[in-house]
């Protein structure tokens, strides 16, 4: 696993270089979900492929950003599920984005993610890495230093309501409308690593990204963005659901599936898990 880790720190460095050099433009192509794939995506993409060529415990991978999973050491024990820029487009604005990383033994589901790490790049470079718990690190001078462990509180006070609101079912509305008026407060860039991790370290909260008339499965992907949250999520003491059961349990029958998703501290979970059982 180490040797994995050594690989993120090392695409960290690179493809921060990437965000503030590289360019911001459209390429030609489109990814195997419909979006155009911004060049920077596309450079990420071979910045870790490259890296994880070189690493022998890794058995395959499958980017955001590829059509197939790679094989790449028969003998490897580990796969890594991973979207090399999550909220490219965001770059251009210059907010804050990130690279997710999902990494399971067997098999691309979501019983089998044994490890979770994201980097965060904003005014500063972190990484995430939940394994038995949750470890924040931050690059200092080129190196990756420990910072300190995450652990949610049982209730946050931040809410961050994702996807197209005149697309939200009455029920899904009524909750958002309630969590406000019980005086929590709108925090949400459109970037899932930066409001996932401001929630994780403000305590706790909720993020969703709700099932709607327009995407009835949401817009975020199982294995690159949904399962390495629900991981990180549940290691650092909070939940993560589809509205109706663990993330983590929900079957994966494509690479490229999509789930509603919903991921908080207990309490705001719990909320969710409520309001969505009166209305199923
Ligand atoms: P992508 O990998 O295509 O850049 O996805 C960005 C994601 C995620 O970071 C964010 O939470 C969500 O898209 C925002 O979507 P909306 O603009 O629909 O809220
Ligand atoms: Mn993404
Ligand atoms: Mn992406």
Redo the contacts with the bound molecule.
């Keep these: 696993m180490n040797d994995i880790l050594n690989a993120i720190k090392q695409s960290a460095i690179e493809i921060k270089e990437l965000i503030e050099t590289g360019d911001t433009g459209k390429s030609e192509n489109q ?1 195997a ?1 419909g ?1 155009t794939q911004l060049k920077l ?1 596309i450079a990420c993409d071979v910045i870790l492929e490259k890296l994880f060529a070189k690493v022998p415990s890794i058995k395959a991978i499958v980017s ?1 950003e590829q059509e197939e999973i790679v094989e790449l050491n028969k003998d490897g024990k580990y796969l890594i599920a991973y ?1 090399p ?6 770059v251009d604005v210059n907010l804050s ?2 690279s997710i990383f999902g990494i399971y033994e067997n098999d691309f589901t979501g019983n089998n993610i044994v490890a979770s790490v994201y980097v965060v790049f904003g005014p500063r470079v972190e990484m995430v890495v939940a394994q038995d718990d949750v470890k924040l690190y931050r690059l200092l001078k080129g190196k990756f230093e420990f910072i300190q462990n995450i652990v949610l509180k049982e209730k946050g006070n931040l809410n ?1 309501p ?3 609101q005149n697309c939200w079912a009455p029920h899904h509305k009524a909750m958002i409308d309630d969590i406000f008026n019980d005086g929590y407060r709108l925090r ?6 930066p ?2 991790h401001q929630i994780l370290l403000k305590g706790g909260g909720l ?1 969703s ?1 709700p099932g709607t008339s327009d995407k009835p499965k949401g ?3 199982q294995l ?2 949904v399962f390495p949250f629900a991981y990180t999520y549940e290691k650092a003491g909070g939940q993560a659901s589809d509205g109706f059961k663990r993330l983590l349990e929900i079957k994966t029958s494509h690479i490229h599936d999509t789930s509603p998703c919903f991921f908080g501290s207990n309490s705001e979970i719990n909320r969710v898990l409520k309001v969505y059982k009166e209305h199923a």
């Design positions: 990814n979900t979006d995506d955001e979207d820029l999550d909220g490219s487009s965001l984005v990130g961050a994702g996807s197209t949400y860039s459109g970037g899932m690593v409001d996932l993020f990204y817009k975020l992907r690159f963005e």
